[in-house]
């Protein structure tokens, strides 16, 4: 048995000699916070069913399997059975066998007072040590959305797709309740309406959602060759018009917003200008603007909120200067930045950058992150997807993570890009490793604000030890966790 950093992606093949491992699992960090490791279990075979004693919160998960195949869209892709989804254990144990260890992921939350206890399996046992930080806690959903904003797009319909007449309310709440849990508001970004049930609107509300997408008003063809006339700009806005006041009428203090002009080139100005200037005449900052757009040259004068830009092109002068002018800057990744050295969260990327992305954004104190789907299953045309299941009571899964975005193309995929879920039997919401290290990120990005506002030049220094540039990163699972542990001292 070893302890494994659950930053390291694991091949189907890996044992306890492949990576740096650690003997037993010591964890610190926020009260409240969740703090993720994995255990491997090899030598023996039979069924294995892990028992944890300690006093705190926990989950235990099986280590998941997919096949993941090349493509040309992005390199260093493919390289067959990788891990990534995380299985329920279920009521008789896990299938261990002298030629395939088992790999089970353990997911504690911190409390309030330093405890020991064990992790026991296939006969073996590791002591598990939980330090909290002293005088520390972790704010509540809604103070760490308010403190940096997280737009990670998701949609009920894909999974209603997926279970067809068998999806009912319960399945929509597992998904909805494991976004929330790992801080990431189960809102859909793309929807060209508001929801017709305004429960959705309450529950992001009610979960701390501070961000709430009303609809994506301005989807005009690439370019917007055509002008909005007064007459299509004030029919739109009316469409949004009653479930923006209603929202309003709750005084939460939760902001409603429009979304539109997705990566759309500057000759749309006019067009945004138009549409985003009407929403901003008629309800005023109580109501934000947003749009992704990598434009070079920014006007300040524009009647945009959020300025969402890839975050490659950040420019520290020209964010500085629309910050000054009173908007806020978000940045956010996708299927590009896709060259090898670029961070990113693909299932073959090294499994710190999805945090590091986060490092980054806290170096340069933007406002927010974007991603653009967590449940967006794009099967090979032609064929469906079904729940994910184990292939013959092995950690190998048959959900195929190739994701056709470009359909009805077949050459070019990606393999976990807009997915860090996975539709499980009987409607449990499935969670990529990717998913539970994505509230790792956020959390981390509330210690390094928190660092930088008392000693910007420690902190600063830090951070670069882990990331410096876009290309330019150390993705060194152990050496992330202890510089972590090295900005915590600087302030408990």
Known sequence: MCVIPATQGLMLSDSCTTYPTMPNVVMQGMVGERENVQIMVQGGSGMVTPVVDIEAE???????????TATTRYPGSGGGWRSDPLLSIPPGGVQLTTSQPVVFWLSITIPAKSTTGTFTANGEQVTITLTPWAGSLLP??????????????????????IYGPDFNQGIA?????????????PDSLYKGAPYANFSVYQYLIDTGAYLVNVAAIGNAPTGCPQPYTPEWVNSTIDAVAPTIDKILALNSGAKPYVYGFDEQPTSCEANIRALYGAVKARWGDKVYTVAALNWDTMPSDLPLDIWVLQYQYYDQAKAAAWKAAGHEIYLYHCIEPSGADYLNTFIEHNRTQGRQLYWYAAMHDVDGWLYYATDLWNPYPGTQHTPIKRINN???????PANYIWAPRTDIFANGDGQF?????GGEAVPAARLLLQRDAVEDQLLLTAALKKDATLAMHYINVIV????????????LEQTRASIARMLF
């Open 58 to 68: 926990y989950t235990v998960y099986q280590v998941g399997y997919v096949n993941c």
């Open 140 to 161: 509540n959903a809604s103070a760490i959305h308010r403190s940096f904003g997280e737009i990670w797009s998701f949609t009920i319909d894909a999974v209603q797709t």
């Open 173 to 185: 709440q597992n998904y909805y309740n494991l976004m929330t849990d790992m801080l990431l508001p």
């Open 394 to 400: 092995t950690p190998m899964t048959d959900f195929p």
């Open 421 to 425: 879920l996975y539709p499980g039997v």
């Open 468 to 479: 410096r540039s876009p290309t330019d990163h150390t993705d060194d699972t152990l050496l």
